[in-house]
């Protein structure tokens, strides 16, 4: 690990499931109006162009960086497994809200077994938090000193978790552990927080929101 890296978790800007509207997928959806003007006040907010730019294969985590891309484009670009956690698969989808989909969701949770996958195309607890245990090493070896990933909330919260929890394991008892931080820590569309690494260990710093302040709902 370097003497001090950088690195700046931003969740997407609103997308049309989160605004309530009906998604086929986890993956597809795009961004509201509102989501827009969130990712230009992101891109805003970005004084000096960071060594790289990352973002997850989603549709809204590539659309809320596109702000950002313009203006710093000559920033390498790279896309990382900082997906969202998809629990549901896209048979659960086909057209439904985030309302519709709840009790899929509530049974999900429930059920507490960390190596379920709900139908192809869904992920384990235990295949999702392999993915954080991965990204999180990437960040940890890096050789760049400063870092914008544009993700998503479960992940960006699994991160975080990790590195206050140290190396969670995978277990029902950590996975509804993992449950409750992410229904405690509020983490609004295109918030960010600031992550330090260096040789003492890691450094966060709050989630911060008055970027967004004035944007309309």
């Known amino acids: 690990m370097l ?3 950088q690195i700046l978790l931003v969740r997407h800007g609103e997308s049309e499931g989160n605004a309530g509207r009906p998604t086929n997928d986890a993956a597809s959806a795009l961004l509201t109006i509102r989501g827009e003007r969130q990712a230009d006040a992101i891109a805003g907010l970005i004084e000096r162009p960071p060594d790289l730019f990352v973002v997850s294969s ?6 809320t960086a596109r702000a950002a891309l313009a203006r710093f484009p000559d920033v390498s670009v790279e896309e990382w497994p ?16 985030v309302a519709e989909r709840r009790p ?6 429930k059920a507490g077994d960390p190596h379920q996958v709900q139908g192809e195309g869904a992920e384990s607890f235990a295949e999702f938090l392999a993915r954080v245990r991965e990204v999180r090493e990437r960040l940890e070896s890096l050789t760049a000193e400063s870092v914008v990933i544009f993700s ?18 995978v277990s029902a008892r950590r996975m509804a552990r993992y449950r409750g931080f992410d229904q405690a820590v509020a983490f609004p569309n295109g918030a960010y927080v600031n992550v330090c690494l260096d040789s003492e260990g890691v450094r966060l710093g709050p989630i911060r929101t008055a970027h967004l302040d004035g944007i309309p709902a």
């Open 3 to 5: 003497r001090s890296s």
């Open 58 to 63: 989603y549709a809204r985590s590539k659309l």
């Open 82 to 97: 900082v997906h969202e956690f998809t629990y549901l698969g896209p048979a659960a989808y086909s057209g439904s809200t």
């Open 104 to 109: 899929a969701v509530e049974a999900y949770w």
């Open 152 to 169: 998503h909330k479960k992940f960006i919260n699994a991160l975080l978790w990790s590195w206050l929890a140290g190396h969670p394991t």
